[in-house]
């Protein structure tokens, strides 16, 4: 056959664009107060429900750090006559995908099955998240196990990093621990506390439930409906304490800590600080900023650190988003001989993003093509609809977020880059967190423009 | 409401191969304006030989540095079309996605191609060296930094003789990946990446005969290449095999190795739903002897680990603080002949064979990366020479039965044919399972 040599002078123009319509969300409230959001989504005949529930790990007390955790761990051990176990192989028998993300400021429960089984599912569903046992002989286990994950995490240098360094930027806010906690606050939670903490916390009224899937509307709402339509509030459970978004959390000022961990073949880094909040009028410029200085492969964080200095196999930047204050950080993990120079590398590129090297214009083309044109694959899956819908529900963001998306983030200029940018980043803050061995990366440590490091135990 | 019948779960496609050589796949989804491409390269670790570990990977890592007419990173056009790429070696095959927007499909497929027929111009020295040196922090990464990450390492070269290419792991050894030799990256190239040892699959908003069209025209051109001869090797193991592997580990953890059937043969699949019901969810024996009941045990898994030449299967188990690895060992023990004895229940056989179900209509969800539609028919064009084998794996796993879940259990998982490696904390060889013998990994 003919044919005409390809053009290899320069990559092919692309095509126009492709029109893509995004899934449409209908809301409802059942007359419990629960509101239930419906997408249909009809390419595969599965089903997925995503319950949102206020509270999450910023609700623990805070000398139960990890109840929170615990509370979405135990609601499966059990619902009705069902044990752990009888769960477990009912969830098997309709093929379901069961997880639980028990995030800062809500839990959210997922559950993924075929269509056919859309009923069973949703049914067992309500009844883990609303009917629990919350037996006393799982609850032993379950909290035992808690602790000797803990335990197992001392091996592990990003586990370790992301504990010490939520404790250095938010002290004693409820933010400030990861969602399995401590020690000491897991051994200072009793049954009842569980018991207690799932009647405030597990009420129809602060719950969204997502339903997306292969059925009509209609279809998705009765389901709902039928399966979490009883859902009361408990009597006489006492009031919600005040969400963590709502509590103020201290700013820090410049330092470096390290966390010593002998004979470690790579230094773990994590580098920033307090930022501003998810609903931030920025948040399309923050967005467009990151992906210039860390968000992906190709920003120049991982440019400099992994392709120009090979310090490491990847890093990257990014906004920990939340109800409240959110951080700004850089992660990354380098090899130990390289660890002074990768620190002082990507302060540097925080700070030159600021205004000494502006994002060029080619750069904002870049990242602002990088977010826009790839949207619509974030909607493949009824879970993918399921968890954009579900973010819409924690952020209180209007359901036509997803089409204005695209014209937002396009809309951002090189100007907003750098203001976001100097108004958001501060160098004057920046926490450095080194997991590494102390006895090979201290003295380096003590050159940078970060003060005397300052040494942390290994705290669980 | 509608009722629904059990779903026809099928993955259509129509395949093509061009006169170089080069088995063209697509398949239509037209869903979402995405489209996936997916490029395997059918050479992988194994193709290696001792003392060059590591190459096939680090290979993958240079094809994203540029080629003869892009000569600079991969990665900045194809984000800036809105795309996603990456890429991954095992033992068995090397493979490339891209899944961009309908109208970048042109952009993907220019560069796939370029870079299968005019890498080695724009291949540098300095390029070769950093992307060494990524490895070598890839490997301290995901291996040496990480708990219980060399434990692999050692069963896999317990399990396979030193000459057998499954016997070290992709990643390869860190003496041989600083020791390699630019120079001998030309040859690789020359020898695997080309049109006859690759399959290409198109998958999403795409009609076939454009598919057809697009990959003559990126691809036609490109010289064929010699087919390498398969890679052939055996191994056997004659008795069990006790090791012990120090590491920078809290709690004591037991792997138990077993050489079993290649995959897609008789007793794969099945070997796949023993792993589950022993020792993977709340539901398995393991779990529930051992972490539920007993509470001996932090947490249990098992996988059939399926390649072209020879699998092998593992299970580990965590020991609870204060336990012993000698009464896990036993339980575990207790739990294979148990299987071997009266293989699964019926109830069990029910709930895997809805699960496996579930999977592979879960499998349909996406177009493109790794797992997706795409991958999975270069998987079974690459490794069975049929993109149609999705609905006969299905019947692999609908068809099994509780007699021969327990022959493949009796078959492969023996007492006495075995790799048994005790990973314990420093300094403490001596909550290793009697007579183990110490190994170094590094």
Known sequence: ?460 | MTRHAAPVIDLPYTKRTLANGLDVVVHEDHHVPIVAVNLWYHVGSKNERPGRTGFAHLFEHLMFEGSAHHDSGYFAPLQAAGGQLNGSTNADRTNYWEVVPTNAVDLALWMESDRMAYLLPALTRERFETQRDVVLNERRQNYENRPYGLAMMAVVAALFPPDHPYHWMTIGSADDIRAMEFEDVREFFRTYYHPANASLVLAGDIATGLGFELAERYFGDIPAGVRPAPVRAAAALAEERRLVLEDRVELPRLYFGWLTAAMFEPGDAELDLAADLLANGKTARLYQTLVYERRVALDVSAAQQSREMAGFFVLAVTAAPGASLTELAAAVDEEIRRLEADGPTTAEMERAEAQAEAQFVYHLQTVGGFGGKSDQLNAYNVLRGDPGYFSRDLDRYRLATRESVRDAARRYLSLDRRVVLSAVPRGRASDALPGSVPVAVS
């Open chain 1, 1 to 460: 056959m003919a044919r005409e040599p390809v053009d290899r002078s320069g990559l092919p123009a692309l095509g126009p664009p492709p029109a893509f319509t995004f899934p449409g969300i209908q809301r409802h409230v059942l007359p419990n107060g629960l509101q239930v959001r419906t997408v249909e989504h009809t390419s595969v005949p599965v089903v997925t429900f995503v319950l949102l529930v206020e509270g999450g790990s910023g609700a623990d007390p805070a000398t139960q750090e990890g109840l929170a955790s615990l509370v979405a761990d135990m609601v499966d051990e059990g619902t009705g006559n069902l044990t752990a176990i009888e769960v477990s192989d009912a969830l098997a028998r309709i093929g379901g995908d069961y997880d639980v993300d028990t995030g800062s400021d809500a839990f959210s429960f997922a559950l993924t099955t075929l269509v056919r089984f859309a009923d069973r599912g949703a049914g067992l569903l309500a009844g883990l998240l609303t009917r629990p046992s919350l037996r006393e002989s799982d609850f032993t286990r379950v909290r035992q196990l808690r602790l000797d994950r803990l335990r197992q995490m001392k091996d592990v240098a990003p586990a370790l990093a992301e504990r010490a360094f939520l404790r250095l930027l938010y002290g004693r806010h409820p933010y400030g621990h990861t969602a399995l906690g401590s020690e000491e606050g897991l051994r200072a939670i009793s049954l009842d506390d569980v018991a207690a903490f799932h009647a405030v916390l597990f009420r129809p009224a602060r719950s969204v439930l997502m339903a997306v899937g292969g059925l009509r509307h209609e279809e998705l709402l009765e389901v709902a409906s039928r399966a979490f339509g009883g859902w009361t509030e408990a009597a006489g459970a006492a009031a919600p304490p005040e969400p963590a978004s709502a509590l103020k959390a201290e700013l820090t000022e410049r330092r470096i800590a390290l966390v010593h961990r002998e004979a470690a073949a790579q230094s773990e880094l994590r580098i920033g600080h307090l930022a501003t909040w998810r609903r931030t009028p920025d948040y399309p410029s923050l967005l467009v900023m990151n992906a210039v200085l860390g968000g992906q492969f190709t920003s120049r964080l991982n440019l400099k650190l992994r392709e120009e200095k090979a310090y490491t196999y990847g890093a990257r930047s990014g906004f920990d988003w939340k109800r409240g204050l959110s951080p700004f950080a850089l992660a990354t993990s380098v090899h130990t001989a390289s660890t002074a120079a990768a620190v002082a590398d990507a302060a540097a590129e925080i700070e030159a993003i600021r205004g000494s090297r502006p994002v060029t214009g080619s750069e904002l083309a870049h990242a602002k093509a990088a977010l826009t044109r790839g949207y619509p694959s974030g909607f493949e899956t009824a879970a993918h609809v399921a968890r954009a819908v579900s973010q819409l529900a924690l952020y209180d963001l209007p359901d036509t977020y997803f089409s204005n998306f695209v014209p937002t983030v396009n809309g951002v200029t090189s100007e907003d880059v750098t203001r976001v940018a100097a108004q958001y980043l501060d160098p004057g803050r920046l926490t450095a967190l080194v997991v590494g061995d102390a006895s090979v990366v201290a003295e380096s440590l003590h050159a940078l423009s970060f003060g005397e490091p300052l040494q942390l135990p290994v705290q669980m």
